[in-house]
């Protein structure tokens, strides 16, 4: 079965595309001991396109070569998304769906049209045999574009940077996905977890945030990964690597290989309670 997991925090810089990246390409190699290889899509969902650049070495699909195009389509049969899948550079497992800063323009209009949260969650239903995984990266700002993200997922991965955000901050966000799940009859939508990033315990109040979070309600959504600050995520991006290949003894390396271990089991336990409510 297809997991279907999108990445998403309405904070910036939390390390949602890094966490999309790094897991595609943890998958990948996990994927090859594989008697048939793991098949991974990363969709960009956001008008930023930082994935699709580090992904593929370009930012130019321009609106008809990206999701863009994909989201004004009228056709949900899967073809037009077809179309406009990409390789990577980084393997011939690891397929892209390119953003573009057309996708601000397609996000504006994007209420206007009809049946717009399934625009992308009905190509994907099409295609999703194809991939073992498909992996979407999210912009910052909650708008209609993440509605349709959303909706193309059935997993929720939070990456939080506890900087930024805190206990009360995060109940508040988990809050607004379940009444998200709720206003468009999401129920299969699970929230895998939430995932601790860019973690620096010599910074001031880092500690305490993470203390007063495991002794929280939320402490069973918190992976047991911690991935901390380190300078070779940004070393590796700036090269357009993954961080297994730039470093693999680096230290977000070795928290991000942890964390795709539980990703892995996680899905597994939210697959079993499904099946048992459904
Ligand atoms: N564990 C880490 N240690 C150090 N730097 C990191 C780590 N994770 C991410 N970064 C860096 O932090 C910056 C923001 O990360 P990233 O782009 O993944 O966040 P984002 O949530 O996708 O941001 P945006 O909301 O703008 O899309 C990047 O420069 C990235 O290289
Ligand atoms: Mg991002």
Not at 47 to 70: C, E, K, M, P, V
Not at 101 to 119: G, S
Not at 232 to 243: E, K, V
Request: hydrophobic share 40%; net charge neutral; proline share 4%.
């Amino acid at each position: 079965m297809t997991r279907r997991i999108v990445v998403t925090n309405a904070k910036g810089g939390v390390g949602k595309t890094t966490t999309v990246l790094t897991l595609a390409a943890g998958l990948e190699v996990a994927g090859r001991q594989r008697a048939r290889p793991w098949r991974i899509l990363v969709i960009d969902a956001d008008r930023q396109a930082h994935a699709t650049l580090i992904l593929t070495g370009r930012n130019d699909f321009g609106r008809d070569g990206s999701l863009a195009g994909l989201i004004e389509s009228d056709l949900y049969d899967g073809s037009e998304l077809e179309r406009r899948v990409v390789p990577s550079t980084w393997s011939p497992n690891i397929h892209v769906l390119p953003a573009d800063r057309a996708l601000a323009k397609t996000d504006e209009h994007l209420i206007l049209l009809p049946r717009n949260e399934y625009r992308l969650s009905e190509p994907v239903a099409a295609v999703q045999h194809r991939y073992d995984w498909i992996l979407i990266d999210t912009s910052p700002t909650w708008t209609g574009l993440s509605v349709c993200a959303l909706m193309a997922a059935d997993e929720v991965l939070i990456p939080l940077d506890l900087r930024y955000l805190g206990l009360q901050g995060l109940v508040r966000m988990v809050d607004d996905l379940l009444e998200l799940r709720r206003a468009y009859r999401h129920e299969h939508l699970f929230i895998l977890g939430v995932l601790v990033t860019k973690f620096d315990g010599r910074l001031k109040g880092m500690e305490e945030s993470l203390r007063s979070l495991r002794d929280s309600s939320m402490s069973s959504l918190l992976f047991k990964t911690i991935v901390p600050e380190n300078v070779d995520i940004d070393y590796a991006q700036r090269r357009h690597l993954d961080i297994f290949s730039y470093n693999p003894r680096a230290a977000a390396a070795i928290a991000y290989a942890q964390a795709l271990v539980e990703v892995v089991e996680r899905g597994r336990m939210t697959r079993d309670v499904r099946e048992a409510t459904t």
